[in-house]
Nanobody, 134 residues
Framework: EAQVVESGGGSVQPGGSLRLSCTFS????????IGWYRQTPGSTCDLVSY???????FYHHSVKGRFTISLDQTKNTVYLQMNNLGPEDAAVYHCAVKSRTPPPWSERLPPHGESCLIGHLERWGQGTLVTVSS
C-alpha cells in the first residue's frame, strides 16, 4: 500500500531551523511529485513546496530563500529544510503525493474536519507540527 509518513516537526525559537522528512513507500516516484502543504487550525492547507523526480521544484513566495526541498532516492525520503523560521511558519505540515500528469498542484486546499479536502492528490500524510515561539 502506498503511503507517506512525516517526521521532524518540533518547537523552535524565531530564527531557528528544522528539517522535515517525508518517507514514502508503495509507489514509483518517477511517476509522481512530492510536496508539502501547511495548515493552521481551522484554515486552508497552503502549498509550500514540491519536487519532481527530475529535481525540478516549486516554492511559495513566502518561503523562497529560507526553505529548501530535496530528495534522497536511496532512502525514499523528501526533506524540507526550513531556516530562519518565524511565527508565520507555525503550522501542521503535511506531505502529499501527486501524479505527474495534470491537473497541476492546487495552491490552496479547503479545510475539512481537522485537515483538508485533498482533491486529486494521491496520498496525504497525517502531518507534523511546527511551533515557532520565543
Amino acid at each position: 500500500e502506498a503511503q507517506v509518513v512525516e517526521s521532524g516537526g518540533g518547537s523552535v525559537q524565531p530564527g531557528g531551523s528544522l528539517r522535515l522528512s517525508c518517507t514514502f513507500s508503495g509507489f514509483r516516484f518517477d511517476e509522481s511529485d512530492i510536496g508539502w502543504y501547511r495548515q493552521t487550525p481551522g484554515s486552508t492547507c497552503d502549498l509550500v513546496s514540491y519536487i519532481s523526480s527530475a529535481s525540478t521544484s516549486f516554492y511559495h513566495h513566502s518561503v523562497k530563500g529560507r526553505f529548501t526541498i530535496s530528495l534522497d532516492q536511496t532512502k525514499n525520503t523528501v526533506y524540507l529544510q526550513m531556516n530562519n523560521l518565524g511565527p508565520e511558519d507555525a503550522a501542521v505540515y503535511h506531505c502529499a503525493v501527486k501524479s505527474r500528469t495534470p491537473p497541476p498542484w492546487s495552491e490552496r486546499l479547503p479545510p475539512h474536519g481537522e485537515s483538508c479536502l485533498i482533491g486529486h492528490l494521491e496520498r496525504w500524510g497525517q502531518g507534523t507540527l511546527v511551533t515557532v515561539s520565543s
